[in-house]
């Protein structure tokens, strides 16, 4: 039985993934990889993220000088990989919406990667939850509120630990301050990878 928290609206289950499913799924993603290379993206201010990125589904997230937006090709040109119906399990089990998951981001965290407060907002129906899959080192993970500033709480995210971010949490800021870098065996060189599953249309 894996254990439900909420937070703020944000449906944090527990150890959803056991050592087995973690490593089948990074498994599977070191296909992906090799199909779609991590990219360093820059914001469009020119500012390089800490996080390096990936995707499979039909859509891919992009942050380059032309600003933030979704695209169906990787930057070197070829399409997103498919999403992996392991993958995509996990969102049919968690995420209670009607429609499949179009983008399956992936952010990998070096050491001293981190991502800052954001909305997750380039989406077309917010009615729909974003999934996100924690896997490797644990991660920092603040929970604000739908305007800028206020109260934020923090909560640490595990290898297999599972968040969604619906209704209410939909548009909450939400970020990662740091990784315990080296705290997981699941990754051999260390790092922290974190999956979020989007409907992007
Ligand atoms: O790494 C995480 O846990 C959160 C990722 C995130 O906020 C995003 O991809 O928008």
Known sequence: MTDILHQ????????????????ALVASLRGILAQAPLVQPVTPRGKPMSVRMSAAGQYGWISDSRG????????DGRPWPPIPQQIKAIWDDVSGAVRAPECCLINWYGEGARMGLHQDRDEAD?????????LGDSGLFRMG???RGGSTESIWLESGDVVVMGGAARRCHHGVDRIRFGSSTLLPRGGRINLTLRVVT
């Not at 703020?8 to 490593?23: C, K, N, P, T």
């Not at 933030?68 to 930057?75: L, N």
């Open 126 to 134: 917010m009615t729909m939850p974003v999934v996100s899959v924690s």
């Open 145 to 147: 509120n739908v305007e």
């Open 8 to 23: 703020r609206g944000f449906v944090i289950h527990r150890g959803y993934l056991d050592r087995s499913a973690q490593e």
């Open 68 to 75: 933030y937006r979704y695209g169906k090709e990787h930057p």
